[in-house]
């Protein structure tokens, strides 16, 4: 079982991402999805999360109105469209998912992780 991260990349502030978050080895359909990121020098924070229906999605404020999470079920992924990038949003961004919606929303005892992926927003 896997997720994978992707889609990270230098941007200018104000630039646009898409992230995705592919699962293999096994169906996630009823699994909550999230994404945490990490800056150096910072602890772990929630950025988003959606549930397994993929109807309800909650995000973190300082990412409410710039970033949309969604999900692919046909993909078996999730996705993190990132708008009006800011350089604090400059981070190593993680996905996970869990069945139970606070851990994808605390980070803790998540069931499973993906391999971060790098977001750098220069000024």
């Known amino acids: 079982v896997q997720l994978q991260a992707s889609g990270g990349g230098l941007v200018q502030a104000g630039g646009s991402l898409r992230l995705s978050c592919a699962a293999s080895?096994?169906?996630?359909?009823?699994?909550?999805m999230g994404w945490f990121r990490q800056a150096p020098g910072k602890e772990r924070e929630f950025v988003a999360r959606?549930?397994?229906?993929?109807?309800?999605?909650y995000y973190a404020d300082s990412v409410k109105g710039r970033f949309t999470i969604s999900r692919g079920f046909a993909e078996n992924t999730v996705y993190l469209q990132m708008n009006s990038l800011k350089p604090e949003d400059t981070a190593i961004y993680y996905c996970?998912?869990?069945?139970?919606?606070?851990?994808?929303?605390?980070?803790?005892?998540?069931?499973?992780w993906g391999k971060g992926t790098q977001v750098t927003v220069s000024s």
């Open positions: 959606v549930t397994w229906t993929g109807g309800r999605t």
């Open positions: 996970a998912a869990d069945r139970d919606i606070v851990a994808v929303t605390t980070g803790d005892g998540v069931d499973y």
């Open positions: 080895g096994r169906s996630f359909s009823n699994y909550a």
